[in-house]
């Protein structure tokens, strides 16, 4: 067998999408991007759309860089999670999916909770709740005719892998996004489908990670240059199920944030906690590689950031990230303080006029300057990782020694040692590209060059460049300031 092998992981998410090829041996893991194209989604009518043909293309041409560059041994998939495309009888898609932040979810939880309450959906699901979760956008869509005539509902991964290979399947990791998985069994609930009448047959079988999803066909070897027998094989298909794969700890007591346009920030644990507790504290539990559970809340992450630059951008004044922390560094600590999942922050839109509009209504100073903007956000999701981890540590009985904050969150070394002020924790910061790494560490092992989740972590730690935080700062003032709006 040969003992070093080149995968390529599709890896798609809220902006942009890459084809990037891992190369891995016994000791050796290093990455290339072989192709970027940006995600773009668009406005319709009838709302915000994922431009999913765009994608796919994209998609193509990554993997025909990726033959050029030398070929790939396989092709995995992963993207964001919750959204779907409908397929008609003949396997069409029936429109372009839904973006998640679309508002047609809006007012579809009460309807679904009346006939599933929250508390029974969440002991089946374990799942926080989300307005845009999976099974809210079909209550969304009843009554549609896209719905109607829909036989097949594939996740976005899904869809991209059917694409490629033909193949119909549901990925675990990000079913068990949906609202529909039992989060005991890991099958689809049967229950809650019946009571929410949902088609069974709307859902495709399962897959894990690891498994083999099927080869490509004839026509996307031929565009991209791929051999035909090329397999796809089915990766943690929820990018921070991939990314959560990739975290390299490789002692116990570790918590992590997969950081990015959301923060994901909680534990990995063998069983999920459906106490009504974990309910009432908006805890989630989705499936990670080997029937691990991801014991995590979303916080809304860099989206804040980059909401903030693309204003500053469209009224005239881009700014580049590393100018806007030298002058958020430069400004007073805790001028002002938002919740970051305060519902006004998920659209699309002026992010600083909200930011702005928060602090006057929760009677503080509201940030003028650029600097304090970004200070305040930064200072708001450090105290929100805060909050968050002390209460996963909690409700699932476990003690936190260290954190790992993996994603691109983690080239911002404000936010990384704000973090670990504020937590009190150690934090390791990288990898910066943990979700292609967790991707092309599952395919590897499925090819026989790794043979567990723990040498997998072991390697990323061995082969990537991390870099650690030390707590300090004033712990009082972090402390006060977490009382000030109400995330102690």
Not at 19 to 47: M, Q
Not at 381 to 400: D, K, M, V
């Amino acid at each position: 067998m040969t003992s070093t092998l080149s995968f390529a992981a599709v890896d798609l998410g809220a902006t942009s999408g890459r084809v990037i090829l891992g190369r891995v041996g016994p000791d050796s893991l290093g990455l290339t991007e072989a192709h970027r194209f940006p995600n773009t989604p668009v406005r319709l009518p009838d709302g915000l759309h994922w431009d999913a043909l765009a994608l796919y293309q994209g998609v193509l041409d990554g993997l025909r860089a990726a033959a050029r560059a030398g070929g790939a041994a396989s092709v995995g998939v992963d993207t964001w999670a919750v959204d779907y495309g409908l397929l008609d009888a003949d396997g069409a898609l029936l429109g372009q999916p839904y973006h998640y932040r679309d508002g047609r979810t809006d007012g579809a939880a009460e309807r679904v909770w009346a006939a599933v309450g929250p508390e029974e959906l969440h002991a089946v699901t374990g799942l926080q709740h989300l307005p845009f979760n999976t099974v809210y956008q079909l209550e969304a869509a009843r009554g549609s005719v896209q719905l109607a005539a829909a036989r097949t509902l594939l996740l976005v991964p899904d869809l991209l892998v059917h694409w490629l290979t033909g193949a119909v399947g549901a990925e675990e990791t990000n079913a068990s996004t949906t609202g529909l998985l039992d989060a005991r069994t890991g099958a689809w609930s049967a229950t809650l489908l019946d009571r929410l009448g949902i088609d069974p047959a709307l859902l495709p079988p399962l897959r894990r990670p690891g498994e083999p999803a099927g080869t490509l066909l004839p026509h996307v070897a031929e565009y991209t240059g791929l051999d035909a027998a090329t397999p796809v094989t089915t990766v943690a298909s929820h990018d921070t199920a991939s990314a959560v794969a990739a975290v390299p700890a490789t002692e116990p007591g570790f918590a992590y944030i997969s950081c990015g346009t959301w923060s994901l920030a909680g534990l990995e644990l063998d069983a999920p906690v459906l106490t009504e507790e974990s309910r009432a504290a908006n805890f989630t539990n989705e499936r990670g590689i080997d029937g691990t559970v991801r014991y995590l809340r979303n916080i809304m992450g860099m989206w804040l950031l980059e909401e903030c630059r693309r204003t500053w951008a469209a009224q005239g004044s881009p700014a580049a990230l590393p100018d806007l922390l030298a002058e958020a560094a430069r400004e007073e600590p805790f001028g002002a303080l938002v919740d970051p999942d305060a519902p006004e922050f998920l659209p699309p839109g002026d992010m600083p006029a909200r930011i702005r509009s928060f602090c006057h209504r929760t009677g503080q100073r509201a940030p003028e300057s650029r600097g304090a903007v970004v200070r305040c956000i930064l200072e708001s999701l450090a105290l929100a990782h805060r909050r968050t981890l002390r209460q996963a540590a909690a409700l699932a009985g476990r003690e936190i020694r260290t954190v790992h904050l993996v994603g691109g969150g983690s080239r911002n070394e404000l936010l990384c040692r704000l973090t670990a002020d504020a937590t009190g924790l150690p934090v390791v910061a990288g990898p910066a590209e943990a979700t292609a790494l967790g991707n092309v560490l599952v395919q590897a092992r499925a090819h026989g060059l790794v043979p567990d989740r723990a040498a997998m972590r072991r390697l990323v730690a061995a082969t990537q460049p991390l870099r650690r935080y030390e707590p300090g700062g004033d712990r009082a003032a972090w402390d006060a300031a977490a009382a000030r709006i109400g995330v102690a």
